[in-house]
C-alpha cells in the first residue's frame, strides 16, 4: 500500500539462544544431573528452565514461565501429545520444538564415545555396525567405538580405559566439557554393565550411561531414513546460548525493505579476536522500522505475531554462508514482543534481509505451513502439499477498497476522512439509493402485490412478472443517470456542514474549503458542470478540465452555456462512487479497520479483502474480510453492515477459521448497535467459540471508538507517501 521514502531504522541486539527443556514430572537424577551440567556448560548455567509435564498439558504457574521466557529452542525429553505440540509452536513461535533423540529416532551418536561389552556374534555386530552412527570422525585420532571382552574388567576397570574415556575422548553433551561414553552389550545385561560403569568413573569428571541392546541393529526400520525426511532437515544448533548478562544495541540506516546485516557479536567476545574461544552461533533480535507505516504519531516497527509466521516470507540472501557447516541454524522467529529473531557467527558471510509488503506477509502465512510443525510434519508423511491454502489472492471487494485508498496518502488521512461523519454522510447523498428504499419503487411492488391477492390466483406467471418487475426497478434504480450524476453545490456542502457542526460560520466554511479542495485535488470528488438537456433529456457532465464557455450534449449536441454565477457542482468520483454503492459493503470495512488502525500502538499491519483457495479447487472456499496484526497480536474479522447477516452458520465458519488458523481473536464487526437486534447480539456473546487460546471478540456501535482527529473536518495529514499496492 502506502510506502515511506524516508530512512528508516533497524536496533540490532545480539544475544545468546534461549532453551528451555521439558521433562517428565518424575525426572530422573541421572536426568536432572545431565541437565544442570549442560546447562552449567552455556553462560555460566543462567536460566535455562526446566519444565515438568506428562506431554498432554504443563501447569498454569510452569506455562506462565514458558510464556515469559520466549525459549528459542524448545527441548523435549517427554513425547508431547499432538495437540501440546501444535499450542506450543502457535502461542510460543520458537525455532523449533525437538523431541529428544529416543522420542524421535535421530540420536546424537557423534557426542558419546561408544564402548561395546561382549565376546558374542551380536556384540561383534553391534560394534561393528555403531561405527555407522557416527556421520564424522572429530580428528585423525578420534576412535568412536571401541569393544572389550568382560574379562578385561574381573580384577577391576584398566588404568588405560580410564585415562582414554577421561582424557583422550573428546565427545561430549552439547558443549559440556564432561567427556561422555555409553556402555552398550547385547549378551550382558544393563546391571551387570552400571556394575563396570561405577569402577570406570573412579571419582573423575566424566558422564557414563548403560544401555542394553537385544538386538544389535541399531535401526528402526518402521521409520523413514531417507536423505529427504524432514527429521533430516530440521534445524539443528550444536552450541545452546541463555540469556546474556547484559543488553547492548547497535543500529543500522536503511531504505526500500532491505537492508544488510551488519556484524554485531555479543558483547562477551566484542573486544576479542576471532579464534576457537570467541567462535560460535548466537542470536540477533531486530527491531526494524516498516517501510508501510500506517502510524497516527509516531514511526510503526514491525511487531512480528507469534500466531501467524509472517517471518515465513522475509527474504535472505547469504544467510548462514560463508562458513563449513556441518548443521544449520534455527530458523528466524519472532520473540514474544514481536522482535525478528536470526542467528549470525562471526564467520559468515554478511545476510541481506528483503521484507515483504503486508499482503505478502499475510498471504504467505496463511498459505504455508509453519516449518517443523505438526501440521507440515503431516502434510509430509502424506505426501501432500506443505500447504494450507493453494492460493490466497485479493477478491474484488479488497480490490475495490484499494481503489478507493489510493487517491489518499496514508492510511491516518484515508481513516480520518473517510469515517468523518460529515463525509460519510456527503457520500451516502452522492451515492446511488438502495432501492428497497426508494418509495415509488415500494409502492409500484406493492399495488402488484395487491392486485394478484384481490384476484385469488396467484399463478406462476404473475409470480415470475412480479419478480422481472423488482428486478427491473432494482437495476432502474442503480443505472439511472439522475443516480449515476448526483451533484452538489459548495453552497449545499456548506449549509449541510453548519448543520452538523456547533462552530462558527468563518471557521467552517475555511475548514470546509480546505477540505473540498484536497479531495477534488485528488480525484475522489470531481469538479465540473452538470445539466439536464432541455431536447433530449439526457444528464450531462462536463469535469472542470474540459469546461468551456459553450458546452454540448452528450446525445443530440445542443449547445448550453456555462453558468457565470454560483460555483461549479462536486460528484464523487465513479470508481469510489461504485465502491459506495449500496452492494459493495465498503463502508463497514472501512469502520472496522478504523477500529482497529485507533488500537495499535507501535505496530500495524493489515490485508484488505482475501479470496483462499484450497489445493486442487479453481473456486475460493471462503474470503477474509480483514486480517490484521495490531501490535503483534493477529486478528481475523468478519464484517456485517448489520444483524440481518449473522446467522448460526456464520459463527460455526467461524469456529472452523479459528481451528485452522489460530489467530489471537476471531472478531465479528456488526456496524449496527446492539438495540437494533438485541436477541441476535446476545446470541454473538453468549457464543462458544471452543478453541484454546483463541477468543471471539464481538463488535459493534455501542462499544466502538467514537474519537475523531479533528474538531470540524478531515483535513490533509501532510503526510506524502508512495502508493505502491499495484
Known sequence: MWTTSKSLNAKICPRPARIAYLLSEEPSEVLLDILIAESLSRWGGRRTPLIPTNGKSIAPGYWALLNLWDADIIYSYVALSEEMEKRLFCIFAPSEVRLHEKLTDHEGWNDRLTIVIGDHIPDRLLFWNAQHRYPALNGLDDIPVLRLSPKRFKNGSPEWLKNWIAVRNHRHLDGNQAPKTVLRSCSLLKEELDAIAATLGDKRRVII????????????????????????????????WTHPAENRQSSIRFQNNHFELPLAPPWHVRDFSLSGPTSGVWAVDLCIQRTEDHSFYEQHVWKWPRRLRLEQSIGFENYASGAHLQVLPPLPRPTEHGDLTIWDCASWNR????????YQAFAGALARYVSGSMEEKKALEANLPRRRFDRVTISDKGRDLLGVFQFFQSLPETLAFLTDDFWRDVIHRLSPEEPANNKKNINDLTGKLQEIIQQGTQETSDIEHLAKRALSLAARSFGSQSEQLKSVSFETLLTWATKVTGQRQSTIEKCLTGSVTYLRDR?????????RCSFCQHHNWVTLERLSPIAKCEICRKPESTPVSGSLHFRLNPFAHHAFASSSA???????????????????????????????????ETDLDLVAAVDGQVYVVEVKSSFAGVEA??????????????????????????SDDPECAEMIKTFELGVDDVCLEPLTLDGADRSTFHDTFALPTGEQMKWSAW
Not at 545476510?351 to 503486508?358: G, N
Request: aromatic share 10%; with cysteine; glycine share 6%.
Open 209 to 240: 550411561s548403560c544401555e542394553h541392546d537385544p538386538d544389535p541393529n541399531l535401526f528402526d526400520t518402521g521409520k523413514s531414513h531417507t536423505r529427504n525426511n524432514w527429521k533430516e532437515l530440521m534445524s539443528q544448533f550444536s552450541s545452546m
Open 523 to 531: 480525484g475522489f470528488l470531481w469538479q465540473g458542470f452538470g445539466w
Open 649 to 674: 452458520e456464520v459463527l460455526e465458519q467461524l469456529r472452523c477459521l479459528a481451528l485452522e488458523l489460530r489467530p489471537d481473536v476471531v472478531m465479528l464487526a456488526v456496524m449496527a448497535h446492539e
Open 586 to 620: 465498503q463502508e463497514p470495512v472501512i469502520w472496522c479497520l478504523h477500529q482497529l488502525a485507533r488500537r495499535a500502538g507501535s505496530s500495524f499491519a493489515f490485508t484488505p479483502t482475501l479470496d483462499v483457495y484450497r489445493p486442487g479447487q479453481s473456486n475460493p
Open 351 to 358: 545476510p541481506t534481509l528483503h521484507l515483504p509488503s503486508d
